[in-house]
Each structure stands twice: as C-alpha cells, then as structure tokens.
C-alpha cells in the first residue's frame, strides 16, 4: 500500500483559458538560458558576475536537453488536462497547483509499476508511451533536476524528492536505484505503525524542503501503509520591476453578484503585451529576476466563459508586444489542496488505486496499491516578488506611450509560473478569490 495524507481540495476552478498558458509556455525556446539555485535566504541580485555563468548554464543545456525536451510535451499536456478537469468540476474556484511537482513524484512511482498500471500512469501523465521511453522518462526528470540544482542566480528554485519506508519492509534494488539515480531519492527507514511520529517526520522534510510554507502535508497516515513518495518545489523570485501599495482597498468582482475588498499593488513599466478585442481578453507577461515570468490572462468583463472557450485558437506567441502600462494586481495568499486520488482517477488513471494495481516492481509482490495522493501548494503574491510551494500568481494590461492605459486585476484572472529556460510550467492556477 502506498499512501499520502493530507485535507481536500481548497481551491479550483475555470478551464479552456488554461490553452492560451499552455501556448505560450510551447512558444519559448531555449533562449535565455537561466539555472537555478536554491536557500531559504534572499538572494541578491550581482549582475557583472553572470556572464561565466551564462555560458556554463549554455553548454551543460546542450549537452543534457535532449530527453527533458522528449518529455516537456507530455508535461504541458498534463498540466492543461489537470487544469481543464479542475476547472470544469468547481468552477467558482480558486485553483493553483504544481504539475511539475504532481507528474514528477508519479513518474517515480511509475518506476515501481508494470504492464497496464505502468502504461495508465505514464499516459495518464501525457506521456506518448509508444514514442517515449520510460527511461527517457526519468532521464527527462533527471535533467529538470540537475538543471535546478546546477548553480546559483537570481531566483530561489528547488525540488527534493523522498522515498519513506516501512523499517521492516525490503525493496528491490532497482526499484531504489532508479529513484537513487534519476530522482535523488533515498530511502528512509520510518515506523509507520506509530503514525503520529511517522506524519511529524514526513511533514518536517516537507516543510524544511518548502521553506516552511507547508508544513501539514499529511493530516493522517495509514499505520498499515508501507512506503510513501514524496515531491517538493519551492520557488521565490523578485519581480525585476517591483509593484508599489496602493493604500486602502479596491474592489474586485468575482461575479456580477460577489464584490470583495482587497489590497492592490500598482506599475508602470514596459511588459510584453496580447490583447484580443474579438475574443475579449488582455494577457501580460510580468518579469521575475532570472529567467522566470508570471503569465496572466484577464479577460473582459463578462467574457470568462467565452474567453476560456475561444482561447485554444489564439495564436498569441504573434500578438505578444513590448508596451507601456499601468498595472494593477492584487496582493494575495492561497493554499489550496487536492486529492489527487479522487482527481486522476475521475481523468482515466484508476487501475494504480485498485486492488488489480501492478507495482510489484516495488517489492516484487503483487500487493500493492496506491490509497492517497495528496498535493498542496501555497502562493503569495506583494510588492516585492511571489514565493510558492507549489504555486505562483500575478496581473497585468497595455497600451500607448501617450496615454498609458490602466489593466486593473479587479475580477477572476490566470496565472503561470514558467520557467523559460526548461519551458517547464511550475505552478498554474486561476485567481477567484484572492485572500490574505
């Protein structure tokens, strides 16, 4: 049995607007070349001191990209089915997840599962398993890794990968060197039969891995449970032009019938810049330091649902433009969670849930199963920048030089976090309710 913890869902919601995210992540080549280091502590910024690192950064993706761009389809691909299931089921929702950090602790599952559990878990993940290998699989996710790991800059991203087990349970080695290897993974004896030590273990690897952002991943353990899979990604990064407070609060509609008071933050800068007067809709590229941008779509007022149906179409990687804008966005906080068991089995992946699950390439046993799956994921959003534990959001709008125009985030808008240099989407969600 392989169980997670944790509470339900917090916050989901909307669907198709998720396509124009998609399109742009698929539109970023590797360009700007950005790696990744990771602390707990602020980073500061020392331009003059990148431009070895550049080049370095330049040569190790050359030589180590191959398999991770085998698998940056399949992630997207997920990223938008999770999205569109989550949208379509709660639709007045927030929603903000990590498909990186979902599709990564499942592939390291996959190592374990054979036949058709393995085949359901590697397409259920948007894997095309007659043109991708499993190997490429985990090397793909290996090199996502590496690549985070490989050096210091201008933002904080980090993933960690555990693997916690029954003390008197015996694994197979493969099994345990795939995820070694691939994932960076280590086995840690734990007693789950004392499920309240067990749960206090866990949550503190994932919050000192978080930066203390989650620290209740597991609510419960199964006392019965023999191994549990854990992913965490935690990013912080500095808008390169920072928002300014605007005093008192501002109103933002999350319905024709729901208004709610916020604080706002406000700029004035040059962002790239989409809008599309026929669909009805404005999306803005916002900054951090190191090769990083928040992406937010905000369609016009009582255009949601039109928006999200007509977006697969817009071809917006051509409509991007540098403009001079004032932008309004809300500050916010948002942790919501999910039951992924309940989630991926409602989008076709149900066979590793059930008692006909394969995953003797755990242990060698045909009795195992999967009994939870859990992700949370906290975003907050100021002046400064955003920090998120499996999640990030922000806002934007355009126009002329001479008259600078006003895009106010005052209703229901979407939000990636996109690493450009993986075109990896880290975080994704929608905003109906910001909240502090």
């Known amino acids: ?14 669907f198709r607007t998720m396509r124009i995210l998609l399109i742009l992540c698929l539109s970023e080549a590797l360009l700007c ?21 550049d080049h370095v950064t330049a040569s190790y993706l050359s030589k180590n990209i191959s398999s991770l761009q085998k698998i940056t389809p399949g992630n ?28 990564m602790a499942f592939s390291m599952l996959s190592a374990g599962a054979k036949g058709q559990t393995q085949t359901e878990i590697l397409e259920g993940l948007g894997f095309n398993t007659s043109s991708v290998s499993q190997e490429d699989i ?37 099994f345990l060197e795939d995820l070694n290897v691939f994932y960076h993974s280590k086995a840690t004896s734990t007693d789950f039969h004392n499920a309240k030590k067990a749960k206090s273990k866990i949550n503190k690897y994932v919050a000192e891995n978080t930066c203390g952002k989650i620290s209740n991943l597991l609510d419960t353990i199964d006392p019965n449970t023999l191994l549990i899979l854990v992913n965490t990604i935690y990013f ?23 208004v709610i008071k916020v604080k706002m933050m406000s700029s004035k800068g040059t962002h790239r810049v989409a809008d599309d007067k026929e669909i009805g809709c404005t999306v803005v590229e916002i900054p951090y330091h190191g090769n990083v941008s928040a992406i937010l779509v905000l369609p016009d007022k009582g255009k949601l649902h039109e928006v ?5 179409s817009l071809p917006l990687p051509h409509l991007m433009e540098k403009r001079l804008i004032h932008l309004l966005v809300p500050k916010f906080s948002i942790s919501p969670s999910l039951d992924l068991k309940e989630e991926l089995s409602e989008m076709g992946m149900v066979k590793v849930f ?56 005052d209703r229901p ?11 990896t989407i880290l975080f994704a969600g929608r905003i109906m309710r910001p909240e502090n």
């Open 308 to 312: 999200e149906k007509a977006l697969q």
């Open 138 to 174: 985990h090397r793909g996710f290996h090199q996502f890794i590496s690549i985070l790991e490989a050096s210091n800059r201008d933002v904080q991203l980090h993933t960690a990968n555990a693997l916690f087990v029954q003390k008197d349970q015996k694994l197979l080695e493969e």
């Open 354 to 409: 059930s008692g006909d699950a394969d995953l003797s390439g755990i242990n060698g046993v045909h009795n195992l199963l999967v009994s939870k799956a859990i992700h949370k994921s906290v975003v907050s959003v100021n002046e400064n920048g955003t920090e998120a534990a499996g999640a990030t959001a922000i806002g934007v709008v355009a126009t002329s030089v001479a008259t600078v125009p006003i895009i106010t985030m």
């Open 76 to 103: 997207i691909k997920f990223a938008y089915r999770l999205y569109t299931h989550l949208a379509t089921k709660y639709p007045s929702d927030n929603i903000f997840f990590s498909p990186i950090s979902i599709s």
């Open 236 to 258: 912080k990064g500095d808008w390169e032009t920072p928002f300014k407070t605007l005093q008192g609060k501002s109103d933002f509609h999350v319905d024709d019938n729901t």
């Open 33 to 53: 070349l950005g790696i990744f280091g990771y602390s707990c502590k602020d980073n500061h910024h020392h331009a003059k001191d990148h431009h070895e690192d």
């Open 413 to 423: 808008f979407l939000m990636t976090i996109l690493d450009k240099s993986t075109r």
């Open 1 to 14: 049995m392989i169980a997670g913890g944790g509470a339900l869902r917090g916050e989901p919601s909307s």
